[in-house]
């Protein structure tokens, strides 16, 4: 549902104020929905840290001693205690330590960080904000400038800088995330109930999606 509460320095951010504010194209149809889920799965995945693993036959710590003589015990033949079929022996085609991160095109990761933009600022998910600044980082300051938003909503601020007291006021929150408008991502755009964007923070997306589209 759209965001009904205001005030006079936070506003819900329309497509149509979007297409005016932003020379980057708004879309609004099926363009970049693969190219955002292409995004997501390559970003979850580089997060992967491929570490778990299992012990073959070879790495088994023991000797390649014969546990007995090959002949005259009545045994079955045995050439190792590391054998996987033993107790304490290796595992056969377990797990290894591997590389699970994908690499996008340039173009990928633009457009589906427009598409996913686009489709939040549909949705009415979008704040526009003037410049958040507070006096000292702390949390309570922060929340007091955020006096419109509902408290038991996530929220995403999208900032000019992250090196700022909006960022340090947030990292006691659980449901409040910073990111600046040079590092967030289409992923970053999805989890949140709500975006907030900074007033200086629309150029800086607009240049990075000037190559994705413009408007016609």
């Known amino acids: 549902m759209p965001y009904k509460r205001e005030n006079a320095t936070m506003k819900v951010l ?13 879309l609004s ?13 390559a970003y979850r995945a580089n997060r992967r840290s491929g570490t778990r693993g299992t012990k073959t036959k070879g790495t088994v ?10 002949k005259g015990t009545g045994r079955a033949r045995a050439g190792y205690r590391s054998s996987p079929v033993w107790r304490g022996g290796g595992v056969v085609f377990g797990p290894q330590p591997r590389d699970f991160s994908k690499k996008l095109p340039k173009k990928v990761k633009r457009l589906a960080l427009q598409k996913a933009l686009s489709g939040r600022i549909a949705e009415g998910a979008v704040l526009l904000s003037e410049t958040i600044e507070l006096a000292q980082p702390k949390t309570k300051e922060l929340l007091r400038r955020l006096d419109s938003w509902n408290r038991k ?3 995403l601020l ?10 340090l006021a947030s990292r006691n929150h659980p ?13 970053d755009l999805l989890w949140p109930d709500r975006i907030v964007l900074e007033q200086p923070v629309l150029p800086i997306l607009d240049q990075r999606l000037a190559k ?5």
Do not use: C
């Not at 497509?15 to 020379?23: C, G, L, Y």
């Not at 149809?29 to 799965?41: D, T, Y």
């Not at 999208?158 to 960022?167: G, R, T, Y």
């Not at 449901?175 to 992923?187: C, F, G, K, Y």
């Open 14 to 26: 329309s497509v149509e104020d979007a297409q005016q504010q932003m020379k980057a194209a708004i």
């Open 29 to 41: 149809n099926g363009r970049g929905s693969q190219a955002l889920h292409e995004a997501v799965v």
């Open 61 to 70: 710590h023991g000797s390649g001693r014969k546990p007995w003589a090959q």
């Open 153 to 155: 909503e996530t929220l």
């Open 158 to 167: 999208v900032i000019e800088k992250k090196e700022s007291a909006v960022w």
């Open 175 to 187: 449901l409040i995330a910073v990111v600046s408008a040079a590092e967030v991502n289409a992923e």
């Open 212 to 216: 994705g589209g413009r408007r016609s």
